[in-house]
């Protein structure tokens, strides 16, 4: 079954991250096969919540671009170094290909063989000496067992072409010697007698029984075939092992992690048409052929808590999209098939999953219910944030039983937990949940820092300004904003770059706003901030 990765935005905070997983375990149960992911590092209060219901991390990931393992290529292609020479030509016609990866007995990569290789043995390749298997000859020759001693043959190839008192009388067979010879007794007598590593019988001839013992007490390996002389001496060396004619040039491999757009880019300067694909500890698994690169299996993915393509994954253009589950505005994502996009204005992705679970009858389990409580709760400021509805209230009631918890308590911890800048950076605060918007051409970001210890950031209050200004300029961002949201006032702070004083009294109708400027209720960057701002720019 086809995996779906499901993740929310760039900068995962506690709904994204817990609307991930409990959307997962639905759609799990509804039959798919889903992995739960999250684009970045969580932040101390999402870790404190699945520490609390006992939840493993989401799986990190970068991107869902393209990669060389989503294509149909040819998986599992590849030969043992030690097979014979015929047997990788047959395994070629077979797949019909014109290389093969070779591998040794761990799956290792050690080479690329093609026709053309092969070709060009059987053209300038040493005709004298052979270095295989008994099997392999065996199996090149169509041949029978008669005597096997040792499996591994090494040695000089010789054939009795001469007569046999010629033989008998010039020709000084060694151990090491191969011997080719029909059912000329004399020969293989003399043959047996001389402790030849192979004596092969042509044209199916006979044996003597004596030459036979001799043959066993000497420890010689007999092969017969049905091949007369020629066609023997011909085809034999094809029996040699394949790893004797791998090329000393290592062929260009890819990992199969490699993104396909920069294999095309690579591949075209090489202009070759295989290329074998390597995974891990170079573990071969199979080989890619330029010309029959066809069906391309793009990662399908479900979006969560956002649907807009600057807060989603690197590459989401290269993948399908099949579902999206959102409580924000309408974004930019565009798709191209129809899709199920569940979107509601409610203070929680959670909330909206919360109702799913009801329509599609599925019992909520105790830590899925404390995880999606956990979800609504931080997007809802404890259900004290405008954006908070009837229907955020009434899950969280609802789940708060089955996870059989407190929620005014829990929301106390989890803030807690998660508004600490203790040993934190300036960097660290502003980019742990950062988001941009457009509207036209223009781009901003707006960071929103929950805390309950304002006075830590006040005192160092121009370095914050002095970042952002300098993340405006390197990023060409026309504002940014550092919202700091007290949570026991409920209400924020305001500190903006140098370029955003006129655009803030405009949208928060201050006539003279200040660095810090303190604005009771305002609480929700999706209901309160970002149209405000909108409205101003537009």
């Known amino acids: 079954m086809e995996k779906v990765y499901i993740f929310g935005h760039q900068k995962p905070d506690t709904d994204s991250i817990t609307s991930a997983i409990a959307l997962s375990y639905l759609k799990d149960q509804l039959g798919m096969h889903t992995i739960p992911a999250r684009l970045g590092e969580m932040n101390d209060e999402t870790k404190y919540v699945l520490k609390t219901f006992h939840v493993n991390n989401p799986v990190l990931i970068d991107d869902v671009k393209l990669q060389l393992k989503d294509l149909d290529y040819h998986k599992d292609y590849y030969v043992n170094q030690k097979i014979s020479i015929e047997q990788a030509y047959q395994y070629m016609n077979e797949k019909k290909i014109t290389g093969v990866p070779v591998v040794d007995d761990n799956k290792k990569f050690v080479g690329l063989i093609t026709i ?80 030849v590593k192979l004596l092969i019988i042509v044209g199916s001839g006979e044996i003597k029984e004596e030459h036979l013992e001799i043959a066993k007490q000497n420890h010689v390996n007999i092969i017969r075939t049905h091949f007369d002389t020629f066609h023997t001496t011909k085809v034999i060396g094809l029996s040699n092992y394949l790893k004797n004619i791998i090329p000393k040039d290592r062929p260009y491999t890819f990992d199969e992690a490699t993104y396909y757009d920069d294999f095309i880019i690579k591949t075209s300067k090489l202009k070759h048409n295989n290329y074998p694909i390597i995974g891990r500890n170079g573990i071969c698994k199979g080989l890619i052929r330029i010309t029959e690169i066809t069906d391309k299996n793009c990662k399908k993915v479900i979006l969560v808590d956002h649907n807009e393509l600057e807060q989603s994954a690197e590459g989401l253009e290269e993948a399908e999209i099949i579902e999206i589950v959102d409580h924000h505005k309408i974004g930019n994502i565009s798709t191209k098939n129809p899709i199920n996009f569940r979107n509601m204005s409610v203070g929680s992705t959670n909330t909206i999953i919360y109702q799913m679970y009801q329509e599609n009858k599925i019992d909520i389990p105790k830590d899925i219910a404390g995880l999606m409580l956990s979800g609504i709760l931080s997007d809802t400021l404890a259900l004290t944030s405008p954006t908070a509805t009837d229907f955020d209230k009434m899950a969280v009631k609802e789940l708060a039983k089955i996870a059989e918890i407190d929620y005014h308590r829990h929301a106390l911890d989890m803030f807690k937990a998660g508004t600490s800048l203790k040993g934190k950076t300036i960097e660290e605060i502003i980019n742990t949940d950062i988001k941009t918007f457009t509207i036209d051409d223009l781009t901003f970001a707006i960071s929103q820092v929950f805390t309950l210890d304002i006075d830590s950031i006040f005192q160092n209050k121009e370095e914050y300004i002095d970042y952002i200004n300098s993340l405006a300029e390197n990023r060409g961002f026309r504002l940014v904003l550092i919202v700091i949201t007290d949570i026991i006032r409920n209400g924020s702070h305001l500190l903006f770059t140098e370029n955003a004083k006129e655009i803030m009294e405009d949208a928060f109708n201050i006539s003279e706003i200040m660095q810090g400027q303190y604005i009771d209720g305002v609480v929700s960057r999706k209901k309160q901030i970002v149209p405000a701002i909108m409205e101003v720019i537009r």
């Open 116 to 195: 053309k290789t092969i070709t060009k043995d059987l053209i300038n390749g040493d005709f004298n000496s052979l270095n295989t298997s008994y099997s392999n000859i065996l199996s090149t020759l169509e041949g029978e067992e008669i005597l096997k001693f040792d499996e591994e043959i090494e040695g000089e190839i010789l054939a009795a072409a001469y007569r046999s008192t010629t033989i008998l009388n010039t020709i000084n067979l060694k151990p090491n010697h191969i011997l080719i010879v029909g059912d000329r007794h004399s020969v293989i007598e003399y043959a047996v007698l001389s402790k």
